[in-house]
């Protein structure tokens, strides 16, 4: 309340804007949080399993390859077509494995509710900003400003 205990100071309705913005960026900042968390997790995820295809496929080419290379040269192939042949289909799966991981890598999002309630919230403080320039008293003179633009 203000000093004649029916309306509150400018200083106080300014104490309660910056109480109220401090409030909504906190609490934005912790929606951004909480996303971000989901959004890493699931970047793990897909990180991990393009690890894991590097690695599988780094194992089937020096393990496999060799002993079916050496089985097609059993079935009368020559050993360097053996080979090729078994290079070329360990590499096609090694392919196969890296777009499952982008794929899992694609579902990983940035924070869009928070980047979606911050933008409304700068759209409802731009309208209660255009309510308190209507709602000024239509006799009074316009009050200086200071270098940050703000009125005294």
Same mark, same amino acid.
């Given at each position: 309340m203000g000093p004649n205990g029916s309306e509150p100071t400018v200083g106080?309705?300014?104490?309660?804007?910056?109480?109220?913005?401090?409030?909504?960026?906190?609490?934005e900042l912790?929606?951004?949080?909480?996303? #971000?968390?989901?959004? &890493?997790? =699931?970047? $793990?995820?897909? !990180?991990?399993?393009?690890?894991? /295809?590097?690695?599988?496929?780094?194992?089937?080419?020096? #393990?496999?390859?060799? &002993?079916? =290379?050496? $089985?097609?040269? !059993?079935?009368?192939?020559?050993? /360097?077509l053996a080979f090729l042949i078994i290079a070329v289909l360990y590499l096609l799966i090694g392919v196969v494995l890296v777009l499952l991981g982008k794929?899992?890598?694609?579902?990983a999002k940035g924070p869009q509710r928070a980047i979606e309630t911050s933008k409304e919230s700068v759209e409802?403080?731009?309208?209660?900003?255009?309510?308190?320039e209507e709602t000024e008293p239509a006799g009074s003179t316009p009050r200086p400003t200071g270098e940050s633009g703000v009125r005294r």
């Open positions: 106080q309705l300014v104490a309660n804007a910056s109480k109220d913005l401090s409030n909504l960026v906190r609490g912790e929606l951004a949080k909480t996303e #971000l968390k989901k959004t &890493a997790v =699931a970047a $793990g995820t897909g !990180a991990g399993m393009f690890g894991a /295809a590097a690695f599988l496929a780094v194992l089937a080419i020096i #393990l496999l390859s060799i &002993a079916a =290379a050496y $089985g097609l040269t !059993a079935l009368g192939l020559h050993p /360097a794929r899992a890598l694609g579902g409802v403080l731009k309208a209660i900003g255009k309510d308190v």
